[in-house]
C-alpha cells in the first residue's frame, strides 16, 4: 500500500492560511489523495480529495504535485474551530471492493488567537 | 437526517464478556466500515461491507465478527472481549468507492 508522511503537528495564528504538506513518492497512477480531518472527540469529517487536478471546496483547496509525489492542503483562514487533527490518505481503489482508507497519525494542528 | 449513529456510546466489559455494536445510516449507502482507534493512534480498518448481506475483512478482523443483514444497519459484535480491544469504535458509511466516507460520533469500550 502506498505510504503517505505528514508532519507530527503545526502551529498556526487565527485568521491566517495554513498549508499541511503530505509526502506520497510512491503513490499509484488511480490512487486519489483524501484528506480527513478529526476534530477532539468526533469521528472523522471529510475535508476534500483529489486525483490530479487541484480541488477547491468551501472548506479548503488541495493543490497537487504535477508529479503527484506531494500534496498540500490549504485552508485559507484557520479558526480556532479547525484546530484538528489532519489526515492525508491514499485511497479509493479502482477495484469495486469500497473505498478502505488507510489512516496513519496525521498532523495536529494548533490554532491561537 | 441523523447521518450515521452508532449505540452505545460507551460501554464497559469485562474479559470474556460479549457485545454488539450497532451502526445505523439514513443515507441508503451501499458501503459500510468498521474502524477501531486506539489512543495516540490512527483509524484500522476492521469490517467492511459492500451491500447488504455482503461483509469483508480489514487491517484487523480478529475478535470480531460483523453483520449486514438491512442496508441500513452494520453490526459489530465482540464474542470474547479482552482488554486488548479497548478502543474508540468509528462506524462509516459512503455511497461508492470514491465517494467521500461519513463518520459517525464513536463508541468508547472499556475492557478491564
Known amino acids: 500500500d502506498a505510504k503517505t508522511t505528514q508532519p507530527n503537528s503545526m502551529e498556526s495564528n487565527e485568521e491566517e492560511p495554513v498549508h499541511l504538506p503530505c509526502n506520497h513518492s510512491?503513490?499509484?497512477?488511480?490512487?486519489?489523495i483524501h484528506w480527513y480531518r478529526q476534530l477532539p472527540s468526533q469521528g472523522p469529517e471529510y475535508v476534500i480529495h483529489?486525483?490530479?487536478s487541484n480541488v477547491n471546496n468551501r472548506m479548503a483547496s488541495l493543490a497537487i504535485a504535477e508529479d503527484r509525489k506531494s500534496s498540500t492542503l490549504i485552508l485559507h483562514r484557520a479558526t480556532l474551530r479547525d484546530a484538528a487533527v489532519y489526515y492525508c490518505i491514499l485511497g479509493g481503489e479502482a477495484t469495486g471492493t469500497a473505498s478502505k482508507l488507510t489512516f496513519g497519525t496525521g498532523t495536529r494542528l494548533q490554532v491561537t488567537l | 437526517n441523523a447521518g450515521v449513529t452508532q449505540t452505545p456510546k460507551f460501554r464497559v466489559l469485562k474479559t470474556g464478556q460479549s457485545m454488539t455494536l450497532l451502526c445505523a445510516q439514513d443515507m441508503n449507502h451501499e458501503y459500510m466500515y468498521w474502524y477501531r482507534q486506539d489512543p495516540g493512534m490512527g483509524l484500522r480498518l476492521i469490517h467492511y461491507?459492500?451491500?447488504?448481506?455482503?461483509?469483508a475483512k480489514g487491517e484487523v478482523p480478529d475478535g470480531y465478527n460483523v453483520s449486514r443483514l438491512k442496508k441500513q444497519n452494520f453490526l459489530l459484535g465482540l464474542e470474547s472481549a479482552a482488554p486488548s480491544q479497548t478502543s474508540v469504535y468509528f462506524c462509516?458509511?459512503?455511497?461508492?468507492?470514491?465517494?467521500?466516507?461519513?463518520f459517525g460520533p464513536g463508541t468508547r469500550l472499556t475492557v478491564l
Open positions: 462509516a458509511s459512503n455511497r461508492g468507492v470514491y465517494n467521500e466516507q461519513f
Open positions: 510512491t503513490i499509484s497512477g488511480t490512487d486519489y
Open positions: 461491507s459492500v451491500g447488504e448481506g455482503t461483509t
Open positions: 483529489g486525483l490530479t
